[in-house]
């Protein structure tokens, strides 16, 4: 596998080749799944280091167990790739707190670093390199000029180090701007966040996991954000969502058009967790109101995008209907059916719309663009939870009640 005549020169050049190669391989797939020109991995230029290195890993394994099986070889090229994939995503994310790929939504993964699916295909491209393509092509390195290929490696052994500098000072800046957007979202004009985001484009888009993993934790922070207002005047609000206190003239002002429209008013006929749609679109756009105006953001439009989330007029749990056939998944076709509704019966800003097309994120795979949205999403999610339990509660305690007191006295006893 590997040729005691060819110098140092040669092996630089033959790793050169697969870190172009496996930059090839990865552009063409993420082009396709993206359906635009992607410029895959880290570095700027058309090369992919993990490709290289993972070449050499196999050969060198290659050369020490040449004489056993094919099934043991095969198992330790598996193991090897593995290793260098794992080794590769832990350290970016110690190194650099960011998550480059992320495999947690497939089956069989490993902390999200490594999955079976994905090590299976490595570990049967690393045989079929190891068998077929690195032969020939050693044996074509062979055939070139030792000058040629001793300038050629030079010239690689520098661009590579350039890059590699710009490349990794270009990652710290998106990790430092991400920090930032972390630290000031709430701060930060919609157009200064987008303004940031796009600044590291080329990172995003070679990384898709990359805007799920900041998404996320911009999620998380402001649940902390929002938890650490709601527990002070949580008991307020709740009593006033439970109709003990009244609603704020400026909340009901922002919203009587809709909470009077006749088309609207026909979610009191449709059953949702533990009430009506209409309950429960009352109470997700009251709270996500007082928060957004609590945090300094838009809660008008907060208000009136949380009210029409839900807009759709028909039973998810049994569904058949125009709006929403029986084979379609209610949980990612009704914010479409809900923004087609609105927009048929009211007038709607960009931000209305965010918040009811991306009220089920991350279910939705494209992430809200607005922070009202997130609090939407949130405040949609923390109201159904305790919905869900309130309702198992009630049914919890009807069946109790249906039981003979002296059977509850029997069951204690066991």
């Given amino acids: 596998m590997l040729d005691d005549h060819l110098n140092f020169f040669y092996y630089i050049v033959l790793f050169a080749a697969y870190c172009f190669a496996g930059w090839l391989a990865e552009v063409i797939y993420r082009s396709v799944t993206q359906r635009k020109f992607v410029n895959a991995g880290f570095l700027f230029g058309p090369f992919l280091p993990i490709y290289g290195i993972g070449a050499f890993l196999v050969l060198a394994l290659e050369r020490v167990l040449q004489d056993w099986p094919m099934a043991v070889r095969f198992a330790a090229f598996g193991l090897?790739?593995?290793?260098?994939?794992?080794?590769?995503?832990?350290?970016?994310?110690?190194?650099?707190?960011?998550?480059?790929?992320?495999?947690?939504?497939?089956?069989?993964?490993?902390?999200?670093?490594?999955?079976?699916?994905?090590?299976?295909?490595?570990?049967?491209?690393a045989t079929g390199f190891a068998l077929f393509v690195h032969p020939e092509a050693?044996?074509?390195?062979?055939?070139?000029p030792a000058g040629l290929v001793q300038i050629a490696a030079i010239v690689f052994l520098v661009y590579f180090w350039i890059d590699y500098t710009f490349s990794v000072i270009s990652l710290a800046?998106?990790?430092?701007?991400?920090?930032?957007?972390?630290?000031?979202?709430?701060?930060?004009?919609?157009?200064?966040?987008?303004?940031?985001?796009?600044?590291?484009?080329?990172?995003?888009?070679?990384?898709?996991?990359?805007?799920?993993y900041v998404n996320q934790n911009i999620n998380r922070r402001i649940r902390i954000k929002v938890g650490s207002f709601l527990k002070p005047v949580l008991e307020k609000i709740f009593q006033?969502?439970?109709?003990r206190k009244p609603f704020e003239a400026e909340y009901y002002e922002t919203v009587s058009d809709i909470l009077r429209h006749e088309e609207f008013r026909k979610l009191k006929d449709?059953?949702?967790?533990?009430?009506?749609?209409?309950?429960?679109?009352?109470?997700?756009?009251?709270?996500?109101?007082?928060?957004?105006?609590?945090?300094?953001?838009?809660?008008?439009?907060?208000?009136?995008?949380?009210?029409?989330?839900d807009?759709?007029?028909?039973?998810?749990?049994?569904?058949?209907?125009?709006?929403?056939?029986?084979?379609?998944?209610?949980?990612?076709?009704?914010?479409?059916?809900a923004v087609a509704n609105a927009r048929k019966y009211f007038s709607l800003n960009d931000i209305e719309e965010d918040i009811i097309r991306k009220h089920m994120w991350p279910l939705t795979l494209v992430p809200p663009k607005y922070k009202e949205s997130y609090i939407v999403s949130f405040a949609d999610k923390y109201l159904s939870s305790k919905e869900f339990i309130s309702e198992y509660k009630k049914r919890i305690g009807a069946r109790r009640s249906k039981i003979p007191r002296g059977k509850h006295s029997s069951a204690r006893k066991s």
């Avoid at 679109?281 to 109101?289: E, I, K």
């Avoid at 807009?311 to 059916?337: C, M, Q, S, T």
Wanted: glycine share 4%.
């Fill in 270 to 309: 449709y059953f949702h967790h533990n009430s009506s749609i209409y309950r429960h679109v009352h109470d997700v756009a009251y709270l996500s109101y007082r928060i957004s105006k609590f945090l300094g953001l838009d809660y008008r439009s907060t208000a009136r995008g949380a009210l029409l989330h």
């Fill in 173 to 212: 800046a998106f990790r430092k701007g991400v920090a930032y957007l972390y630290e000031e979202y709430f701060n930060l004009s919609s157009l200064e966040i987008e303004d940031i985001l796009k600044s590291f484009q080329r990172l995003r888009e070679a990384f898709p996991d990359l805007n799920k």
């Fill in 138 to 144: 050693i044996r074509r390195a062979a055939m070139l």
């Fill in 80 to 125: 090897v790739i593995t290793l260098l994939e794992y080794s590769a995503g832990y350290l970016s994310e110690k190194i650099f707190k960011l998550k480059l790929w992320d495999y947690s939504e497939k089956r069989f993964n490993l902390h999200g670093y490594v999955c079976l699916s994905f090590s299976l295909l490595w570990t049967l491209l």
């Fill in 240 to 243: 006033e969502l439970d109709g």
């Fill in 311 to 337: 807009f759709f007029l028909y039973d998810w749990r049994n569904h058949d209907a125009p709006d929403l056939p029986r084979e379609k998944f209610h949980g990612l076709e009704h914010p479409k059916i």
